[in-house]
């Protein structure tokens, strides 16, 4: 390799992230621990191990090391967000779940929702074995059922890693679960890069999940292994003699660099190659490492990155602080850069295993996203417990050394990169190589005005994500506005609770969030979204509003340069020097004072454009009615005229008013072709709804036909071309910017679903990352109390789980009616399977986190307590309990009438 031949469009962006670990609940807060250069293991007390449930016997010994690097609060979830009932939280293994979470949280990082992005969606993940199976389910639930094992199987066995995460998230690429041991999460990152090379994904997620049982535990030192003596990881130091332990989770969210770039998305780093080996049997044993295999894998990943070894300027080492793998580690990294340089200490190296501990299967993506934050930040934090190097290391003549403080990354002739290594146990080996993300251009801002979006399932989480984002434009005065409204709109998925505020900038949005906060309960969507549009004329005092819109709506421009040329064909008259002035980039600061003709055909187009502007945003009218010159707009958009047609007539009335020649005005009238209106039109001068446009007639026939029509069925009002004028109704306008953002914002907030990426489809805007979606997070576990009993999911720790009644008898009628006992008895059932303490009987049942399993574990229950033949395939089509209850009814009323036919 003699040159640098890496492309910057041949590579894998990173462009999205979650994390979960010891220390750090997000990526800023990671960041933050790294940087400082704080070790987050925790050092437990004798109390603490005794509350989790480690005999004395056993901490007490005098090689016990009270040490673990630890999530807090593990057993948290939110799974109603995720369509989880209580049952199923609480026997899904907490690895699993917070793999869910980070792999939402990340996805939303990118700005990318996957019920709408039109690609395919991989992911490649792997986790640690469950020891929740084994510390929690296993040893408070003995199973012997076939429902039970399927339970256990689906929440804590590995294979299911990646499909729940697929399933829940509607991905449609590969889910593909990777188990490499401590090298898993690494492997599944290259893994994830072959998959999007390839083509069969067009978005990745990868990552890894540890989560081990008992959260605060510490383990017994044994001399030989790996463990350290002490807790700490002394990574290529002289004292060091092992690692400790953590839990943790990552995630992050891989797209080809060309497209990425292509689609505006937020670049952390590129990942520019990668590679994948294993040492075979050329090495001391099983558990033992190979310099070869090492070198050999780091080499592969620098030929297929392209890169010379010259460029790398930091190596984030698997680290892991033992006397003999450091060494090992370090040996193999040199033959695999000596092949093309005879350069020594140029390169720094480290190890997050000195800040964590070791996070197993999620060990490989920490230290690739400690070093993708590292690449952004443009900084290398400390390696930690470094003095003296390991005497078996020659760091000197090795192209490394141990970076301990944080430093400053200075850029070379080419752009700053990287190496992360993961071996795992049984020598699967993985090497990724990271180049800082290239320099894009921020497109100028546009608009004056931003619609910032936030929405949530509960008031509860939409508080909290307003308080989130007013944080955030907190510690970001000066973040572009234009990008992150964009981001809001067609990053995040709009729930049904809704909060939106139109600000110019960021102080202004995190005030207007504020007052909201202070405002108390949301306003639930109305169930009605109908819309009355009435065009009003675009008067003299208007025309500044439209160069606005002009200037920041380049669809709305696109389609108003459209019109003006179709007016141009019609009128006779010269216009090109008016779409001049009104459409170039950017447009002009003002316009001339416009005579009658041109202005009435200015108000049609204008009018005409900003409700196709609407339509592309996905809004259509139940009603239209308009003015002056917007009667014609309105007609055009009932479907009553062509636009042409429209421009005609507001030309022939104009030359009506000015000189009264109605026999001209009536000869343009008869002339032009009309149909029936598609849309209700209100007819001015009769003040009732009709499908024939009648000649001119005042303004305030157009009040009384809206008054006729909104009492027939509400509808939201939206004036365009001004406001409407002396009215008491909370009318929304499209005038200028102001105005159209106010409208967009309100209509969303009240919960219109809008085509938010077709407003931006003639222009390039850039997703930004900012915070995610405040989860509302329950305990879900199984304890054993002192008295045996089980503490179940969601439930107050101080109260025993009683057990269920007994389904009452089939025939009993405790008071007189059937059907409220079968409703009754169906509802314990599915408590029972849910977990949940009631349930509505007409509320959908997969709303309730229900399954086909449960739905087979109710039936079992069903044909148990009602020993008749029942239509199993309709009991299984039933939506909700009392549908279930009429499927009972019905197999018992054809049971019935069998009876009669034979008796006959």
Not at 263 to 283: E, H, P, W
Not at 392 to 414: E, M, R
């Amino acid at each position: 390799m003699n040159q640098d031949e890496a492309l910057w469009e041949q590579g894998i962006a990173v462009i999205g992230m979650s994390v979960r670990f010891p220390g750090a609940g997000n990526p800023e807060a990671f960041w933050d621990l790294l940087s400082r250069g704080i070790h987050a293991v925790r050092q437990f007390s004798d109390e603490e191990l005794r509350e989790a449930g480690i005999p004395e016997e056993i901490f007490n010994h005098p090689q016990y090391v009270k040490a673990k690097g630890i999530l807090d609060e593990p057993e948290l979830f939110d799974a109603e967000f995720f369509g989880m009932s209580p049952r199923e939280a609480e026997w899904t293994d907490p690895q699993q779940r917070l793999f869910l979470e980070c792999g939402y949280e990340a996805l939303e990082d990118a700005a990318y929702v996957p019920d709408t992005y039109a690609g395919r969606i991989g992911v490649f993940g792997g986790c640690s074995l469950s020891t929740y199976m084994l510390n929690h389910i296993a040893r408070y639930e003995p199973h012997s059922g076939l429902e039970e094992l399927m339970k256990l199987m689906l929440g804590n066995d590995k294979d299911y890693l990646t499909s729940r995460l697929s399933y829940k998230l509607n991905l449609k690429g590969p889910g593909v679960t990777v188990q490499t041991a401590c090298s898993t999460s690494l492997v599944a990152v290259h893994m994830a890069c072959q998959s999007l090379l390839s083509g069969e994904s067009d978005m990745a997620l990868a990552g890894g999940s540890t989560v081990t049982f008992p959260n605060r535990a510490g383990y017994r030192y044994q001399q030989g292994l790996i463990t350290s003596p002490e807790g700490v990881c002394r990574a290529f130091d002289r004292e060091a003699q092992g690692t400790v332990f953590g839990n943790g989770v990552g995630v992050v969210v891989l797209k080809r660099l060309e497209k990425a770039v292509e689609d505006g998305d937020f670049v952390y780093a590129v990942i520019r190659g990668s590679a994948v080996n294993n040492d075979g049997r050329l090495k001391a044993g099983f558990t033992a490492p190979s310099p070869e295999g090492q070198s050999e894998v780091i080499a592969d990943a620098l030929a297929s990155a392209g890169v010379h070894p010259d460029t790398v300027s930091y190596v984030e080492a698997h680290g892991t602080g033992t006397s003999v793998g450091d060494p090992i580690e370090i040996a193999g990294l040199t033959m695999a850069y000596r092949q093309w340089t005879e350069r020594s200490g140029f390169c720094a190296i480290g190890s997050v295993k000195t800040n964590i501990g070791h996070l197993d299967c999620a060990a490989g993506v920490a230290g690739l996203i400690k070093t993708v934050l590292a690449l952004h930040h443009r900084q290398i934090p400390p390696s930690l417990h470094f003095r003296e190097p390991n005497p078996q290391i020659d760091f000197l003549n090795s192209p490394f050394f141990v970076n301990t403080k944080l430093s400053d990354w200075v850029a070379g002739s080419s752009p700053r990169r990287a190496g992360v290594s993961s071996f795992g146990i049984g020598a699967t080996n993985a090497h990724v190589v990271l180049e800082e993300a290239p320099d894009i251009k921020e497109a100028e801002s546009a608009r004056p005005w931003h619609a910032l979006l936030l929405s949530a399932k509960t008031e509860p989480a939409l508080v909290a994500a307003c308080g989130r984002m007013s944080a955030y434009l907190s510690a970001h005065p000066s973040a572009p506005m234009e990008e992150i409204a964009f981001t809001t709109q067609v990053g995040r998925k709009a729930y049904p609770l809704r909060r939106a505020v139109v600000c110019r900038d960021a102080e202004e949005a995190r005030r207007l969030l504020d007052r909201r906060a202070a405002e108390g309960t949301v306003r639930p969507p109305a169930e009605d979204q109908a819309q009355a549009w009435l065009f009003l004329p675009w008067e003299e005092n208007k025309l500044p509003g439209l160069l606005e819109l002009c200037r920041s709506e380049p669809v709305f421009r696109h389609g108003l340069l459209q019109a003006l040329e179709k007016a141009e064909a019609v009128s006779g008259m010269s216009l090109s020097g008016l779409a001049s002035a009104l459409c170039a980039d950017p447009p002009a600061a003002e316009l001339p004072q416009l005579p009658p003709r041109l202005r009435a055909i200015v108000s049609v187009a204008a009018s005409c454009s900003v409700a196709a502007f609407l339509g592309e945003l996905g809004l259509q009218p139940a009603l239209v009615g308009g003015e002056e010159e917007g009667e014609y707009a309105a007609a055009c958009i009932a479907g009553v005229y062509p636009l042409e047609e429209a421009i005609r007539l507001a030309i022939a009335r104009v030359s009506l008013e000015e000189g009264g020649e109605e026999e001209a005005f009536a000869r343009v009238l008869g002339s032009v072709s009309h149909a029936a209106a598609q849309i209700p039109y209100l007819n001015e001068r009769q003040g009732e709804l009709g499908h024939d446009p009648d000649p001119p007639g005042g303004g305030r026939w157009l009040r009384m036909a809206l008054d006729l029509a909104l009492e027939e069925r509400p509808m939201r009002v939206i004036s365009i071309g001004a406001p409407l004028r002396d009215d008491s109704r909370d009318a929304l306008s499209c005038f200028d910017a102001l105005s159209l953002t106010e409208t967009l914002a309100v209509l969303w907030e009240a919960g219109c679903e809008l085509d938010w990426p077709a407003r931006y489809r003639l222009e390039k805007r850039c997703r930004v990352p900012l915070p995610t979606y405040p989860f509302e997070r329950k305990r879900y576990t199984l304890r054993r109390l002192e008295d045996g009993s089980v503490i179940r999911a969601a439930e107050p720790e101080i109260a025993a789980c009683a057990s269920p009644p007994e389904p009452e008898a089939p025939g009993r009628l405790e008071d007189g009616d059937p059907r409220r006992m079968l409703e009754r008895n169906l509802s314990r059932f599915y408590q029972e399977v849910l977990g949940l303490p009631q349930i509505d009987i007409h509320t959908p049942l997969y709303e309730l986190g229900g399954d086909s399993l449960n739905k087979m574990q109710v039936i079992s229950r069903i044909r148990e307590t009602y020993p008749v033949p029942l239509n199993v395939k309709r009991l299984y089509e039933a939506q909700t309990i009392a549908e279930l209850a009429d499927s009972i009814e019905l197999s018992f009323i054809e049971l019935l009438e069998q009876d009669q036919s034979i008796k006959e």
